[in-house]
């Protein structure tokens, strides 16, 4: 009878705790929130590619590349797999199942109007680059914000589009929306959740806010209200004509009226309400 040495039986390679640290580290986000659960999808959607390492574990077994184990390669391909993989994920690319329900909008009308309702209970982020009418897509890190889905109105040369969640979201929840309009039409903006806007950019009628965050506005040559209901710092280039009727904190080349402050520069322009119990700061930039 024979009996094997102790410590002779055939153990898995170091090399194998790459990938097995960034399998965990990858659970251990999407636990955790920081992923949305949406990865999971994407996960199965990649199953060519899991498939085709499984069969490599296999077909690698003993076989040397010159003095180099080729089974010593299949650990390094598969940690580059899923760093690949999370990038993909991240970056929302069109392949995966989760960039699926991005939204484009129409094509732009000249000389239309448009207005945009945005309400959700996480992030918020507004920009004026898009081709088309609107562009949506997901901020992708975990939260609780189904992605956009778009009720559009349309009268004469007005467009009017709500952004609403779904009401079943399942695994594609996100951190919030990232939304892109064209600068081509007067718009009409009512936005409430966790704002960043930057709408220098775009030619403004009028503006909602709530919630909180941070709005940069350009230059107008109309009387265009913008009425705050929440806590946000507005940030106004100086030489742009602006007055806010309410407290506020200002920058202190402001000049005070009896109701509120006013930008050191006469003409028309921004008219800034703030509601009882709101706070607004504006800095010049």
Same mark, same amino acid.
């Given at each position: 009878?024979t009996h094997?040495?102790a410590?002779?039986?055939?153990r898995?390679?170091?090399?194998w705790?790459l990938? !097995?640290? %960034? &399998?965990v580290?990858? #659970?251990a986000?999407? @636990?955790?929130?920081?992923?949305? *659960?949406?990865?999971?999808?994407d996960?199965?959607?990649?199953?060519?590619?899991?498939?085709?390492?499984?069969?490599l574990i296999?077909?690698?077994?003993g076989?040397?590349?010159?003095?180099v184990?080729t089974?010593?390669?299949?650990?390094l391909m598969a940690?580059a797999?899923?760093?690949l993989?999370?990038?993909a994920?991240?970056a929302?690319?069109?392949?995966?199942p989760s960039a699926?329900r991005?939204?484009?909008?129409?094509?732009v009308v000249?000389e239309?109007?448009?207005?945009l309702?945005?309400?959700i209970d996480? !992030?918020l %982020? &507004?920009?004026a680059d #898009?081709?088309?009418? @609107?562009q949506?897509?997901a901020? *992708?890190q975990g939260g609780?914000?189904g992605?956009?889905?778009?009720?559009?109105?349309?009268q004469?040369?007005?467009?009017s589009?709500?952004?609403e969640?779904?009401?079943?979201?399942g695994?594609?929840?996100?951190?919030?929306?990232d939304?892109?309009?064209?600068?081509?039409p007067?718009?009409?903006?009512?936005?409430?959740?966790?704002?960043?806007a930057?709408?220098?950019?775009?030619?403004i009628?009028?503006i909602?806010?709530g919630g909180?965050?941070e709005?940069r506005?350009?230059a107008?040559?109309v009387a265009?209200? !913008?009425d %705050?209901n929440g806590?946000?710092l507005l940030?106004?280039p100086?030489?742009?004509v602006? *007055?806010v009727?309410g407290?506020?904190?200002?920058p202190?080349?402001w000049?005070?009226?009896s109701?509120?402050?006013?930008?050191p520069?006469?003409g028309v322009?921004?008219v800034?309400?703030?509601?009882e119990g709101a706070?607004l700061?504006?800095t010049s930039?």
């Amino acid at each position: 009878m024979t009996h094997r040495a102790a410590g002779s039986g055939r153990r898995i390679p170091k090399i194998w705790l790459l990938p !097995v640290l %960034v &399998i965990v580290a990858i #659970s251990a986000a999407t @636990y955790t929130g920081y992923f949305s *659960r949406s990865l999971l999808l994407d996960l199965a959607a990649w199953w060519p590619v899991w498939l085709f390492l499984l069969i490599l574990i296999f077909v690698a077994r003993g076989r040397r590349i010159g003095k180099v184990r080729t089974s010593g390669l299949v650990p390094l391909m598969a940690t580059a797999a899923l760093g690949l993989f999370v990038y993909a994920h991240v970056a929302g690319w069109s392949a995966m199942p989760s960039a699926s329900r991005n939204l484009v909008g129409p094509e732009v009308v000249a000389e239309s109007s448009a207005a945009l309702s945005a309400r959700i209970d996480g !992030v918020l %982020v &507004i920009g004026a680059d #898009s081709e088309h009418l @609107y562009q949506v897509s997901a901020i *992708r890190q975990g939260g609780d914000v189904g992605m956009a889905e778009a009720v559009e109105q349309t009268q004469g040369g007005a467009v009017s589009v709500a952004l609403e969640e779904p009401a079943e979201s399942g695994f594609y929840e996100f951190a919030g929306w990232d939304v892109e309009l064209s600068p081509e039409p007067v718009w009409s903006l009512t936005l409430d959740g966790e704002v960043d806007a930057d709408l220098a950019g775009l030619d403004i009628s009028s503006i909602q806010l709530g919630g909180s965050g941070e709005v940069r506005l350009g230059a107008t040559d109309v009387a265009a209200p !913008v009425d %705050v209901n929440g806590v946000f710092l507005l940030v106004i280039p100086d030489g742009v004509v602006a *007055r806010v009727v309410g407290k506020a904190t200002v920058p202190t080349v402001w000049e005070q009226l009896s109701d509120g402050w006013r930008s050191p520069v006469s003409g028309v322009g921004w008219v800034i309400s703030v509601a009882e119990g709101a706070s607004l700061t504006v800095t010049s930039g």
